[in-house]
């Protein structure tokens, strides 16, 4: 079959199309066609990260497909499913135990950059009848977070006012979700093309950040000074204090991304002031992804797709995501 590796090389040359044996069925086991994959943040770190690899990886966590066959003991899911495998295969439910990260696709195992992919059965979810194979590639990573950073951890409430920053995955997903469960969202860009984008997807209030760098006493503002109920921060600690000021008194912040690097200098004082509530987040498990499939479903959102690449164009479509300038999420085509 046809592959993607990611081999000890600097930068996008690491990324090298290869011949693989397909992997071998065991009875738990899937095999699934895949017909398209979504690109994240986390790719390119796993692309910068490669010079110093000891092995190759197939990379890439989110992707979706049709299953061509199945264990003799699987009873999961049935031939001709569409399926998204999970992030992490073996968080089922729960809590998050440290053991998961060993399963995680595209960085600790192989991922989903591949015309086939076999996984055990608990790894594979449904996906919504009403999304494309593209629009379903989308979910496993940037769904599932913004379902948990809104649900799971953030307990969202009809009524409750967020703030989302840019328009990446994650960020528009947040824009979709919360709308869909009653709450408002103030968004932050610094395009403003992709602030009237955002505004035609139901965004309350728009913030140019980079004409304001207090951006988040602004969107305390437009609350009437009463503050943001819930942040999620993707940008970490260059932007986790501006954040921080939007919320208000016992408001909550789901900590999603590091994009402005994984260390600095934050302000523990507005934390403990303000009486601030910081749930990290690390994607979620299969339960999570099936609840976001059943309000996907409910409300026939549709995922936000920036440009779909075909599989010999993988390496623009890693210069697109790498660019900045994608709206929503970049999608490489396996057909």
Known sequence: MKAYEIQAREGLDALVRV???????????????????????????????????????????????????VGERVTRVALGDRVAAAFFPTWGGGEFLEAHHASALGGAQDGMLAEEVVLGEGAWVKV???????????????????????????????????????????SLFVLQLAKAAGAR??????????????????????????????????????????GIDLAVE???????????????????????????GVKGEISTMALIGKALRVGGIYVGSVAMFEALNRALSAT???????????????????????????FGKVVIQIA
């Open 19 to 69: 011949e693989r044996r397909a992997a071998p069925l065991g009875p738990y086991d899937v095999r699934v066609r895949v017909r398209a994959v979504s690109l994240n943040a986390r790719d390119l770190g796993v692309v910068r990260g490669a010079p110093g690899r000891k092995a190759p990886i197939v990379p890439c966590s989110d992707g979706a497909g049709e299953v061509i066959a």
């Open 128 to 170: 919504p009848d009403h999304l494309s194979f593209e629009q379903a590639a989308t979910l496993p990573c940037a769904g599932v977070t913004a379902y948990n950073a809104l649900f799971e951890t953030g307990n969202l409430r009809p009524g409750d006012t967020v703030l989302a920053q840019g328009t990446g995955g994650v």
């Open 185 to 226: 969202v103030v968004l932050t860009s610094k395009s403003e093309a992709k602030r009237a984008r955002a505004t035609a997807l139901g965004a309350d209030h728009v913030l140019d950040y980079r004409a304001n760098p207090a951006w988040g006493e602004a969107a305390k503002a437009w609350t009437g000074g009463r």
């Open 234 to 260: 993707v940008g970490g600690p260059g932007t986790f204090d501006q954040s921080a000021a939007a919320l208000r008194v016992g408001g909550s912040m789901s900590l999603v991304g590091v994009i402005t």
């Open 300 to 326: 026939r959102i549709e995922p936000v797709v920036d440009q779909v690449f075909s599989f010999g164009e993988a390496r623009a479509a890693y210069e697109r995501l790498a660019s900045g300038e994608h």
